[in-house]
């Protein structure tokens, strides 16, 4: 928090957990947080606000992944992903095209999802200019017809 400033959110999108093709967990059809014990887990970076949540999740389950890395590059993520037989997470829009150009299929989890989302910041005591105004209704409309169209992610 930031004395002055308040935050606006742009949209917010659910999360997916991604794995290779040929990974033990694609061929379920939903999984849950306790399907994860023990599988090893790729991510670019670890300060992530979406791997924090998950981490938090597993936490408070008793849940303990195996080996996770982080290796600083989605490239680098795609390749242990399927040489390394490890899930990693990907945001809505972009786990599609991860997963055509990777191999890799969207895990149906039954949980709660985890969410990305952006903001905006303007002042406390203001509403957002015109063209802040026009993203944030632009950016939520996208998302939500994203999501929309895939009976995975109803609300």
């Given at each position: 928090?930031?004395?002055?400033?308040?935050?606006l959110?742009m949209?917010?999108?659910?999360?997916?957990?991604?794995?290779?093709?040929?990974?033990?967990?694609?061929?379920?059809?939903?999984?849950?947080?306790?399907?994860?014990?023990g599988?090893?887990f790729?991510?670019?970076?670890?300060?992530?606000?979406?791997?924090?949540?998950?981490?938090?999740?597993?936490?408070?389950?008793?849940?303990?992944l195996?080996?996770?890395?982080?290796?600083?590059?989605?490239?680098?993520?795609?390749?242990?992903?399927k040489?390394?037989?490890?899930?990693?997470?990907?945001?809505?829009?972009?786990?599609?095209?991860?997963?055509?150009?990777?191999?890799?299929?969207?895990l149906?989890?039954?949980?709660?999802?985890?969410?990305?989302?952006?903001?905006?910041l303007?002042?406390?005591?203001g509403?957002?200019g015109?063209?802040?105004?026009?993203?944030?209704?632009?950016?939520?409309?996208?998302a939500?017809?994203?999501?929309?169209?895939?009976?995975?992610?109803?609300?």
């Amino acid at each position: 928090r930031i004395p002055g400033l308040k935050t606006l959110r742009m949209y917010q999108e659910p999360v997916c957990l991604i794995a290779a093709q040929d990974h033990p967990l694609a061929a379920k059809e939903t999984i849950r947080y306790e399907d994860l014990q023990g599988v090893r887990f790729v991510y670019p970076h670890d300060s992530c606000c979406f791997v924090v949540e998950l981490f938090a999740r597993l936490k408070a389950r008793g849940v303990q992944l195996g080996r996770a890395a982080f290796p600083g590059s989605v490239y680098l993520v795609a390749e242990q992903m399927k040489n390394k037989n490890a899930v990693t997470l990907m945001p809505y829009a972009a786990a599609q095209r991860f997963c055509r150009e990777n191999g890799a299929v969207v895990l149906r989890a039954d949980e709660t999802p985890i969410t990305a989302w952006e903001m905006l910041l303007c002042k406390e005591d203001g509403e957002p200019g015109a063209l802040a105004a026009e993203m944030i209704r632009a950016s939520s409309e996208y998302a939500a017809q994203q999501t929309a169209a895939d009976s995975a992610f109803e609300a």
